[in-house]
């Protein structure tokens, strides 16, 4: 089999992914397109540990290996991850990464920049809701 | 002990005292009236232990150098001869009383530790002043008695008039004092030395190259710190400060200074014809000038610092005509009555609760709330008249001799121009403070209309340095004239018979006639009420006297003036008197020559730096500011943002990369 | 690896594009199936329903690990993502109540600026990945480089030492989620109550989200053990 095509395929998932967590306003969408690419990277490593193990001597089956820790490194990254952005729903009633703007420059005397005191207005509605 | 250790611990013990004030003040507030009282109290018996010893004999001179100091030495030097001594027992006695007196007249007074503190650091500079043997430790003495001037003058800093008038005092003090700065490195450099007794040997063997540039620069000092004309203008202003202060000043510390440097220096200023001409005019100014201006007073304490200018100008006028016997004779008479003079100013100033003499004429039976200050006011009031037999009369018979000895050509090498100058001068000043002296005692204490407000005994520690004061004042004089010569240069400073008959008749003139006019004006006061009281009048004298320096201006329209048609100095001045209320113009004057132009070059300095340095300095900020303003828009919180932003610009690094790595 | 990269440019000269094999087409048939699921994925509209398609994009990637003989990795794949990773998910969008149905507005305002990035960034991998490996073959036939056998060998014989480094990752994760989950419900239990009445959109009572978490910590608790059991 051609490398390319697993190559290729990788890029792509890894290409979509970053797409879903550049665009996707829900937090735990966000988490699914990190999960997207970190498969993306799995199918790479074992696309070339199988082409490797092959050409070369002695690889120690290290892509697969990691392939296998980057699998359980998920996990926890999916299950620590799911638990803040729960407990960041509970505290501000809502799990918009985009609605999350406390470190925006003039979030709280008024700036120059207009997005940021209404956002800020928002947020405090919600907070206080 | 020997008598130089004695008299090395006159000025140290001050100093002393100072610095232990100074330091325990707040912590042990217990120890600050010892502290003040004690050790003025010990130097001055040391300084009449040196005075006895020294006995009007041979100078004592004592010389140690410290450590090479280039091509001029400078030693720690004493020169103590009968002028030393004498003045040094003044500033003892002077500064004793004053630092009693001042625990009554502060003894509520938070800042009283400083304050005492700063009164023992200012004897110990007179103190250094009188009894140094060289010219750079008296000079650093003189300083001292600048920087303590300042904040004495200053002690009630609430009142922006004190602020004014201590700055005032420091600023046209110094102003003096760079050109005295001057002389005295000129004479050093002349003589070869900085010790008295050198450069005294080398006047006598002609040895000065300038000696006209060097006096003119000296009395330049002398002026400033003398208050002579046309320097004198801080004195006045300095009454806002407390009436202890003004009594230190003007009786015997720095005021006394430049009279007694003259003093010291004579030889110096005699060497030059014209300095001696400047001396007799700047006296003959400074008296009538001061004189008139006196008479025009309000304050009562400013009657008294005009008084003070015109009694200084009588000591100058008796060194332009080189008698520095007569000098030192009334400057010792004056320290004591004008010493008192204040402190009883201050006593009655607290029960009256006013400065103005116009609202002191419109209260009833104000001598008898101070039994004691008007009984040694009116002692000192004769004194300064110089009423015969009080010691005023003697002092100023024996400058008025001396001048007329010039005047009549008895003397060589002093022009007789300097002599008919002080003279004539002399005898119009004697009328016109016969005449202010007068209308003070008047004004103060047969005022006519409410009752004065009673606030019981005034505090014995102030009373009784009245009558302690009064002594000297009253006796001292009559005593004096025939022991002095003893101590000084030996001429004779008994009162001639011309001129006591003159003097005195003239001082009699002017009374009466003030007399006269406050009898015809004094029917005016009762139909025009005036006057106000400190709001405080149960608080202590300095509380009193603060408020009632801080609302003289509110409620008279002056610090120095009072629209009151029942003076009598509005009558015998007639169309002069506007003018001498506010000292002739002098301020204005200075302030159109020197104030204006230095304001207008700071508000165009200060025109040049906003306008001009401050536009570049912002128009290179400008540009950061923008870049800022746009890299701030760009925070706007959203992550996602950010991360596009930073893999954009990894992707296109990356293709960047990819296209130096294949050649493209 | 010049040397060997220079002996596989070689024997991949045999093979075209244009020629594919069996396993070629069905990798590229799954490949196509995955790409699409995981497209929908990313601008679906429909949450839960992204998450289902999740399911369909990470079953087909493990079956293109089986198609690449990594057959250990692939049934882990279907264990850890499909079966518990998505349910997860699930949970978490189930817990922050999420709209079932169409919700408008599940893109930001940022899609475009991804887009453009997403778009960049794929055309440069592709291209970089193709320039690179378009002669490279993998040579599937012999022993199978990913048989439970072998990977369990390298594991325990030559990657020990990061295996349990790894054991004790997992550990601190699990305490991590049982004190966030903990510390949230302490903060959280008074004010919520009231204000609960007064708008909508408000979180639900705390004690009702509270357990789930509670279950969600354990349950990711569990997992990784018990994929390092089937290690």
Known sequence: MHLAYPAVLSALLFCTGLYGVLARRNAILVLMSVELMLNAVNLNLVAFDVWLSRAAEETLHSGQ?????????????????????????????????????????????????????????AEKAEATA | ??????????????????????????????????????????????????????????????????????????????????????????????????????????????????YAALVSLFTSAMLLVVYSGDLMVLLVGWEIMGICSYFLVGHYWETPEARAASIKAFLVTKLGDVPFLIGLFALATDAGSFRITKILGTVANGGLDHPTLIALLLLAGVAGKSAQFPLHTWLPDAMAGPTPVSALIHA??????????????????????????????????????????ALAQDDIKRVLAYSTIGQLGYMTGALAVADRGAAVFHLLSHGAFKALLFLAAGVIIHASGTNSLAAMSRMGHLRDRVPDAFWTMTVALLALAAIPPFSGFFSKESVLGAAEHVATGHAENIPGAAGWTVLIAGLVTALLTAAYAMRLWLLAFRGRGAEAPDHGRQPLTMTVVLWVLAVPSLAVGAFAYRALPDWFDGRDLAPTLTTSVLGTGVALVGGIVTYAT????????????????????????????????????????????????????????????RHAAVGFHLDAVYRTLFVRPVQAGASLVRFLDREVVDTYVRGAGALPRWLGIAVRRAQTGNVQTYVSALLAGTVVLAVAAVLVATGA | MSPTYATLTTAADTHGFLSPTGVEIVFLLVGLVTFGAALVTVTTRQLVHAALWLVVTLGGLAVEYLLLTAEFIAWVQVLIYVGSVVVLLLFGLMLTRAPIGRSPDADSGNRWAALT???????????????????????????????????????????????????????????????????????????????????????????????????????????????????
């Open chain 2, 252 to 293: 015997a510390t720095m005021v006394a200074a430049g009279v007694y440097f003259v003093a010291r220096l004579l030889p110096v200023f005699e060497a030059s014809q014209a300095a001696m001409i400047v001396l007799a005019v700047m006296a003959a100014v400074t008296m009538i000038g001061s004189g008139l201006a």
């Open chain 2, 518 to 577: 406050w009898r015809h004006t004094t029917a005016v006061a009762a139909r025009v009420p005036l006057g106000a009281v400190a709001a405080h009048p149960e608080g202590d004298a300095a509380q009193v006297e603060a408020e009632a320096i801080a609302s003289h201006a509110p409620v008279y329209g002056g610090v120095a003036y009072a629209p009151d048609p029942a003076d009598p100095g509005r009558l015998l001045l007639g169309p002069l008197h």
């Open chain 1, 65 to 121: 290996a990691l392939t296998l820790f980057t699998i359980t490194i998920a996990a926890a990254e999916i299950g620590i991850g799911l638990a803040i952005v729960l407990a960041v729903h509970r505290n501000r009633g809502t799990s918009d990464i985009d609605k999350l703007r406390d470190t925006a420059e003039g979030h709280e005397t008024d700036g120059p920049d207009h997005d940021a005191p209404t956002a800020g207005q």
């Open chain 3, 117 to 231: 990035v997403a778009v960049a960034s794929a055309a440069t991998l592709v291209w970089v990945v193709v320039d690179a490996f378009r002669t490279t073959w993998i040579d599937l036939d012999g022993p199978a480089a990913g048989s439970t056998r072998v990977t369990g060998e390298s594991l325990f014989q030559n990657w020990v030492l990061p295996f349990e480094a790894l054991s004790v990752l997992l550990l601190a994760a699990l305490v991590g989620a049982i004190v966030l989950s903990r510390k949230a419900k302490a903060e959280s239990s008074s004010p919520s109550v009231n204000s609960r009445a007064e708008t909508g959109s408000s979180p639900s009572a705390p004690d009702s989200r509270n357990h789930p978490i509670g279950r969600n910590g354990s349950s990711e608790g569990t997992e990784p053990a018990e994929q390092e059991g089937a290690r």
């Open chain 2, 1 to 114: 002990m020997t008598t130089t250790t004695l008299a090395a611990l006159v000025p140290l013990l001050p100093f002393l005292g100072a610095a232990a004030g100074l330091l325990l003040g707040r912590t042990a507030p217990g120890f600050v009236r010892p502290l003040a009282v004690l050790p003025t109290l010990a130097s001055l018996v040391l300084a009449a232990v040196v005075a006895v010893r020294q006995g009007g004999d041979q100078a004592i001179d004592a010389a140690t150098e410290l450590t090479p100091t280039g091509s001029v030495p400078i030693e720690l030097a004493l020169h103590i001869d009968g002028f030393a001594a004498l003045v040094a027992v003044l500033v003892g006695v002077v500064a004793t009383c004053v630092q009693i007196y001042s625990m009554g007249y502060l003894r509520e007074d938070p800042r009283y530790p400083s």
